[in-house]
């Protein structure tokens, strides 16, 4: 009975409350006045929507337009009579007005009678809307949303950058008046220093660029129903006459224009900051006390295709604190590895010195083995002797005698001479072997200098983004300190770090510039060639690799590890070219002592042939008789001991024998160190490959445990310090992947080198044989 009763009492009472609960929301007509509803309004306007729905819950309804004004296609003239139709509408509560036009209409149309929210006061001094001190519009009816930076501030950070004489200003002919009557202002700003001329864009362009005829910089502002076709074709003749350009958004730099400091990413905020003015006037706030400023990082964004195209070169100091649109660098050589690799042995400025010193020892060879070729003189004179010796030679001395001979000498055996020829061959080998090392190492060179410039760009990516991030965090503070999560500590600390990310950024491209001139030197090309590296391939080369082709899937344990280990320093040792060198050194060495042990006892010999034919003779003593002979010849062959030189030889020897062991004891140095080289190299490149994988797998995390921590940041749930740290272990992370393929590349080349054979620069029939050797090593 008892439960019966509170049953029936509980229904009484559900039925009385109905009515007061059952109380329809307060409905709100917006009136809205906009230059355009398509395109980029059209999605303002739906953001817009978008943060109202969120705050209006079940407080109240709303319509915005939907019959109560709308676009006026940038007519200043019909933005004049919508309001004055929606100030005269009793059903239209509060108007909205979005675009420049709209808005410079509404700035110079008061008082206001109705409530009035104004999106699109580029700068409340020239548009003359009054901007108190304080963070209000201090104008009854009226609040605004008013960004921190101006169209002087743009001029003159425009003025900076191109240290222009004379500015042209293009707008909308309704902004263009407006900002005539506020002249003065301008003048302030601008006067003495440099000029400026303010062009109404509803002509034609070229009746624009008539009125801009003389002026050395164009600022292309808002241009109303001229924003689709004619500013795209009012900034190509522009670019077109070498003439810099300064925008009012980001969009225009990517489309063409030189430069703008406008943020990108400003319609959220924006939207919500209209929704929340809404808001707090159906709350009882009132327009004239809300907050008209938005502080977004002013943040030059310069299109550095553009400048290339004019003939624009930027100042360090711009550079500097600028967003690039495109390379700082113009596009360029592109190279894979292999090219990268087949410049270098083509042209690599130590390759083509090299060359002479290969031909130089190729000539010593040729030099030493003329020691065994025929020494053939001809020699003519004429002979005077005394004339009493003449008379009394009987007639075989002429006082006179004219005559010439011919001379043959021919080395037939020289122990020392054959030691020469041989020591030169092993010279020559030995300087083969060094050009054959030369080669390898240039190949190893160029792919350092190559995954060296691949990260240089990876780093100047990652710098940016990480640039692009901090801006992004700096506006989250902003929003932060402006619904009170936190103070202006953390605004200060994004600043102190948009800084330091702003030079860090300007590091990195300076050393993509470095990175790609020290390849350039290894290349052999022009220093300041434009070098682009690609790293498309990479993984396909390191799969064809001989090494990777013979061992994949095999090496699994210690054991394995060892024995392949083993195998690859005895093919290192086989195939290095230094130990080959030191080889052929040690082959000449001991050749040369062996001549010198010999010397004392092992005769040189040599033949000579003289012959001799007197031309003329004349004076006493020239008359012919039986004992004169008009042709005369003689031969012989000759035997040479060297028995003693003054100790000469036996001081040579000597030397030799400790060259010999000091040779020798180098080659077995260099031995160990290929064995330790290996060891190392086959270690580093095991790790490379591991630590690929993990790098990928921790850039992964690093970017969710960002973006987890970065929502709450922004939502006032995580602070400063966990930010920070997310954020810097998300940039090392992404540096580490993205370069764990460049370090991968480098280690295998870097164990190819020390095994001395190298996949680039090697016959496909040797590195197959090789791999099979390996997979026969492991199979057995």
Known sequence: MKQRFFIVVLLLVCGLAQPVWATSPRHLTLGLIADDTSGDMARFLKLVHQEMDLLAGARYTYTLGEGKGGTIDWSADKARTLYRELVADPEVDLIVSIGVVSSSVIADSGPYTKPVIAVGIMDSV??????????????????????????????????????????????????????????????????????????SSNKGVN??????????????????????VG?????????????????????????????????????????????????????????????????????????????????????????????????????????????????????????????????????????????????????????????????????????????????????????????????????????????????LDTVFDTTVAFTDLLKARTEEKVQTDNLALIRNNLVIAKQREEAGYAGSGDVFSWESRLATARASLFTARSNVNVASRNLNLIMGVPIDQKTRALDAGLDNFMAGSYLVRGVEGRLTNTEGFEMYLEFLVAEAIKNAPELSALSSNISAVQTRAGVLSRKNWVPTVSAAGTWVRDMDRGGAGSDDTLFYHEERWDASVQLTWTLFSGGQNRVELARERLTLAQLEEKRRKAEKEIELAVRVALLDTITRYVNREQ??????????????????????????????????????????????????????????????????????????????????????
Do not use: C
């Open 126 to 199: 020239l548009q003359g809307v009054r901007h108190g001190e304080e963070d209000r519009s201090g104008i009854a009816n009226l609040t605004y949303v008013h960004f921190n930076h101006s169209i002087t501030e743009d001029l003159l950070l425009f003025r900076r950058l191109t240290s222009f004489s004379e500015v042209g200003i293009v707008f909308d002919p309704s902004v263009a008046d407006v900002i005539r009557k506020k002249d003065g202002e301008l003048d302030k700003a601008l006067k003495p220093e440099s000029g400026y001329r303010i062009v």
């Open 207 to 228: 009746e624009v660029l008539a009125e801009l005829s003389g002026v050395d910089a164009v600022y292309v502002g808002y241009m109303g129903a001229q924003e689709e």
């Open 231 to 439: 500013r795209p074709a009012l900034v190509q003749a522009l670019n077109d006459m070498k003439i810099p350009t300064f925008g009012a958004t980001l969009r225009e730099v990517r489309q063409g224009v030189l430069a703008t400091a406008s943020p990108g990413g400003t319609y959220n905020r924006v939207a919500r900051r209209v929704a929340l003015n809404i808001d707090g006037w159906v709350g009882g706030d009132r327009l004239a006390n809300l907050p008209v400023n938005m502080d977004f990082e002013v943040a030059l964004t310069i299109n550095m295709e553009t400048a290339r195209a004019i003939g624009f070169s930027p100042s360090f100091e711009m550079l500097s604190g600028a967003e690039l649109v495109g390379d700082l660098q113009e596009g360029g050589a592109f190279y894979t590895l292999s090219e990268a690799v087949n410049s270098a042995l083509a042209a690599n400025y130590d390759l083509r010195i090299n060359t002479f010193d290969v031909r130089q020892a190729q000539e010593a060879v040729r030099l030493a083995g003329t020691s065994f070729l025929p020494d053939v003189k001809l020699v003519g004179g004429q002979t005077y002797i005394d004339e009493d010796v003449a008379a009394t030679s009987n007639n075989t001395q002429a006082e006179r005698t004219t005559s010439g001979s011919a001379v043959v000498e021919q080395l037939i055996y020289s122990d020392e001479a054959i030691g020469n020829i041989s020591s030169q061959k092993d010279l020559l080998a030995a300087e083969q072997d060094s050009r054959h090392a030369l080669v």
């Open 695 to 780: 790098a990928v797998r921790s850039a992964e995390y690093a970017k969710k445990s960002l973006d987890l921590i970065a929502d709450s940041y922004a939502k006032g749930k995580a602070s400063l310090t966990d930010l920070v740290e997310a954020q810097n272990s998300s940039l090392t992370a992404d540096l580490e992947a993205t370069n764990a393929i460049y370090e991968q590349v480098r280690a295998l080349l870097k164990l190819e080198r020390t095994v001395g054979k190298m996949t680039l620069v090697s016959d496909p029939v040797e590195t197959e044989a090789f791999a099979g050797r390996i997979r026969a090593l492991f199979d057995q």
